[in-house]
């Protein structure tokens, strides 16, 4: 296992999760690592991305202002912090990796990873 996420788990809307992820093997070398989620009958969609060597980070619109992704240097993990969480993030959320350091465009589409997590349940429900 390349990558492994947790912390999902089931909050109530206006709540806040952290998930993280935890690299091994050659993707503790990635470059850029990123967040998807996949919702309910829909393709999986990106929410946001960090590029380690500079710590340059994108977002979708759905996460700015409410999501932030950081390095965890202790820890070596990517966190992704979920504040001010809706129903419609509900999703199964996936922690992506590659060795290449992406461009901001490039940063959202899946293809340019090359490691991905089994993912992790997140439910906002009251």
């Known amino acids: 296992v390349q990558l492994q996420a947790s912390g999902g788990g089931l909050v109530q809307p206006g709540g806040f999760l952290k998930l993280s992820c935890a690299a091994s093997?050659?993707?503790?070398?990635?470059?850029?690592m990123a967040w998807f989620r996949r919702v309910p009958g829909k393709e999986r969609e990106f929410v946001a991305a960090i590029r380690l060597p500079d710590n340059s980070r994108t977002y979708a619109d759905s996460a700015k202002g409410r999501f932030t992704i950081a390095k965890d240097i202790t820890r070596g993990t990517i966190n992704l912090q979920l504040n001010s969480l809706e129903p419609k993030d509900t999703a199964v959320y996936y922690c992506a990796a590659t060795l290449g350091g992406l461009i901001m465009s490039a940063r959202g589409m899946e293809n340019q990873y090359d490691y991905w997590g089994v993912g992790t349940q997140v439910t906002v429900s009251s």
């Open positions: 093997g050659r993707a503790v070398s990635a470059q850029t």
